[in-house]
């Protein structure tokens, strides 16, 4: 099935590299607010370390846009809307709930433009969703790929087997704005379902895509699939993330910055930004960085980062945690860094740091918390938005506890409510005008755009 892109790339450096916004995935998810609360099982599938990375495409000059984990209210929109004819939403996810569709992640690449470097020519866009048996599988596979409904579509035959299901479809329409071509490559593999659509935009040679380059790509996605990593053995089965909120979510990036040691090259980084991002991680092997807003872009909201780093032994944690003030003092960005006080330890060894996002000396203050556990470290921040003056330290010690007992078993399977905290100061924050921000201190907009160097 080729479902509409809307990629929208926003920059939104903490030391750890660019945030990508991707339309997809910035449905707010709607429920109850209560403490954080987590059910552990035996590990999760990561489905982050199956998708495709630049190294996997031959041509040169493929980046990492963005990445996200789809809600089922999300998919269930973008399938609606793409077969339109009056389907609704709820139609749509009642019937993937009916055969057992568990979770989605997708991630997208770019061929970043030799004339802007922000914006790209190409799109390859893959993803994997895990439902709960193959037979469940072979069912949601049958629904989505049925596009009878859309004029534009149009299936191709393959040029060889794949999986145990497979379809190709060409299609012609908009994504992101701007007219495309794609074609989407679709496969099952026992209760997964994965794919790969490949989407050209207008440039010299306004095509569309190739069958062989899509199955290809394809068939490296299918190979990974048929091995992937053992559940609670990678970080990016281990990394908490936020839903069930009345307030509104965002997912700017979800995705490995580094894995088995070889960095992932971002959209509009220079060469200099990414040596500056990627020394931050100094021995770490493997890196992965999750991005979400509450509230991003009301009156009172706030970001929430987490970045899970895996060191070869527990000395080289135990020092990049000791040596963490130093390493983020020499960044412009971390204005007026100083210590925070935790209530009590965290984790192995913590270190817990405020400071003006964005240089400075004055207020809102951020704050980070960096936990180890054994040899991996987690390091959660929340930057205060809009109105919000602080974030209190009570909601960050909370998540960053949630977040050890992940790591403890290498193992996330729920996603975490907004706490109850953070919510009350958000409230607060709307219902009491603050005071004009002072002309020393340098604050984060609504809409995260600070891009400090490293």
């Not at 809307?6 to 997809?24: D, H, I, K, M, N």
């Not at 496969?187 to 290809?216: C, I, K, M």
């Not at 964005?358 to 556990?373: E, I």
């Amino acid at each position: 099935m080729t479902c509409r892109l809307a990629v929208v790339l926003l920059v939104f450096v903490l030391g750890f590299g660019p945030v990508a916004t991707l339309g997809a995935g910035k449905s707010p998810v709607r429920g109850g607010t209560s403490q954080v609360g987590l059910q552990f099982e035996a590990g999760v599938l990561d489905l982050a370390a199956l998708t495709l990375r630049p190294e996997d495409i031959e041509a040169s000059g493929w980046v990492h846009v963005g990445a996200f984990v789809q809600p089922l209210v999300a998919e269930a929109a973008d399938v609606a809307g793409y077969r339109g004819r009056g389907l609704s939403g709820s139609t749509v996810a009642d019937e993937l709930r009916a055969v057992g569709w568990v979770r989605k992640y997708v991630a997208v690449l770019g061929l970043a433009s030799s004339v802007d470097p922000a914006t790209t020519t190409r799109l390859v866009r893959s993803y994997v969703t895990e439902y709960a048996d193959a037979a469940g599988a072979a069912s949601g596979f049958a629904y989505l790929e049925d596009e009878s409904d859309v004029p534009s579509a149009e299936d191709v035959p393959l040029s060889r087997p794949l999986g145990e299901q497979a379809e190709a479809t060409r299609d012609r329409g908009t994504s992101g704005g701007r007219p495309s071509r794609s074609l989407d490559v679709t496969f099952r593999v026992g209760n997964l379902v994965a794919g790969v659509t490949v989407v050209n935009y207008p440039s010299r040679d306004f095509v569309d895509p190739e069958v062989d380059e899509a199955q290809g790509l394809a068939e490296i996605l299918a190979t990974r699939l048929a091995s992937p990593p053992l559940p609670g053995s990678t970080l990016g089965g281990a990394v908490l993330r936020l839903d069930g909120s009345e307030r509104s979510l965002t997912t700017y990036d979800d995705a490995y910055y580094r894995l088995a040691e070889v960095d992932v090259t971002q959209l509009g980084e220079t060469r200099r930004e990414a040596e500056a991002r990627t020394a931050t991680y100094a021995e770490a092997t493997d890196v992965y960085q999750l991005w979400q807003g509450v509230d991003a872009g009301s009156e009172a909201g706030a970001l929430y980062g987490v970045t899970l780093l895996r060191f070869p032994d527990e000395v080289a944690a135990t020092a990049w945690v000791k040596g963490l003030a130093d390493l983020l003092q020499a960044n412009p960005f971390y204005g007026d860094l100083r210590p925070a006080s935790e209530s009590a330890a965290i984790g192995d060894q913590s270190v817990a740091l405020a400071y003006t996002p964005g240089g400075g000396t004055g207020a809102p203050h951020a704050l980070l918390l960096a936990v180890r556990v054994g040899a991996d470290v987690a390091r959660v921040h929340l930057v205060p938005q809009g109105q919000l003056a602080e974030v209190p330290i009570v909601v960050l010690e909370e998540l960053a506890r949630a977040q050890v007992a992940c790591l403890q078993v290498l193992s996330c399977p729920d996603a975490a409510a907004v706490p109850v905290a953070l919510d009350t100061a958000l409230a607060t924050a709307v219902a009491t005008p603050v005071p004009a921000v002072p002309t020393d201190a340098t604050a984060v907009a609504a809409t995260p755009g600070a891009t400090p160097e490293a």
